[in-house]
């Protein structure tokens, strides 16, 4: 399977017509239908379905497009690190995160790095912590900033030192959202919006310590959908309040847990993977924003 005929491949899911696709990338009709051909030959499936004017993804196609952009990415990556680089510092960085009050510190030292070497570019993947160590494992991010607890098996990592602090979040009209602060006996018999992330969810459910087992209605891999979770019912979300920094939270109250719940985030990246130039500047340069 060439790296060419996938970018062939791409082009035509995107136009979802042969003929434009031929277009964009310059080249005959035929020949891009008998690459195609060939494709679904040697892949043993058939990647597409042919109308009189539009051509669309099977659903052995749509899997082969998400790889197919995953292995143009990486390959483009590849290249731009083997190639001769210019005096001055240029590249291409990578990083998954979440919602967390850390992305502050990231988007400085990003930002630091801009000012000091224009040439290079960055590109802020937010998602679940899974999907954020997915990207990482596969080579498509160089950093990832995530949630402690993290696999010290897998990754490499330096503690930030920005602690993640956990809320309570209900609507204003819920019976609790006049405390000033929220402790376990006020949750008992409440219903509960979990994280869905098994080491996070860990986390809340330590600190309920000998209390009552919590009512978890719900869980969630997302803050936001927690948070529509919480205005469409009754229910008490237990989040990042980091999380919600982007989110409109005006119809939503914010509680503190106390007794006090805090989670540490890390800078991780690939065990054994060396560092381009572009992105050992990018650590250095968040290490000495965060004075590690």
Not at 4 to 30: C, D, G
Not at 110 to 123: A, G, I, L
Not at 226 to 235: F, K
Not at 250 to 264: F, H, M, R, Y
Request: charged content about 25%; proline content about 3%; glycine content about 6%.
């Amino acid at each position: 399977m060439e790296i060419r005929v996938l970018r062939y491949f791409l082009a035509v899911a995107r136009e979802e017509n042969i003929s434009k696709a031929a277009e964009y990338l310059n080249m005959t009709q035929p020949t891009l239908s008998r690459q195609l051909a060939q494709l679904e030959e040697e892949t043993g499936k058939q990647l597409f379905k042919r109308g009189s004017k539009h051509i669309t993804l099977t659903e052995e196609g749509i899997l082969l497009r998400r790889r197919a952009q995953e292995i143009i990415d990486l390959a483009d990556r590849t290249l731009e690190e083997l190639s001769d680089r210019n005096k001055d510092l240029s590249g291409h960085l990578n990083i998954g995160t979440g919602g967390l009050a850390a992305n502050t510190l990231l988007i400085k030292a990003c930002e630091t790095m801009r000012q000091k070497y224009p040439n290079v570019h960055f590109s802020i993947f937010t998602g679940t912590a899974d999907l954020v160590q997915e990207r990482i494992d596969s080579g498509l991010a160089d950093f990832g900033i995530l949630l402690e607890p993290v696999s010290v098996e897998k990754y490499s990592f330096i503690r930030l030192p920005e602690k993640e602090r956990w809320i309570a979040l209900m609507r204003k009209d819920h019976p609790l959202a006049d405390r000033k602060e929220i402790q376990v006996e006020d949750l008992i018999n409440q219903q509960l919006v979990f994280p869905e992330r098994t080491g996070a969810r860990a986390e809340v459910i330590n600190w309920f310590q000998d209390g009552e087992e919590p009512e978890i209605a719900y869980t969630s891999n997302l803050s936001s959908t927690a948070a529509e979770i919480v205005m469409a019912s009754d229910a008490v979300a237990l989040i990042i309040d980091g999380a919600l920094t982007c989110y409109d939270t005006s119809s939503l109250v914010k509680i503190p847990l106390v007794p006090n719940l805090e989670s540490g985030t890390v800078l991780a990246y690939k065990k054994g993977v060396p560092f381009t130039a572009a992105a050992n500047e990018f650590f250095n340069t968040i290490r000495k924003i965060a004075r590690i």
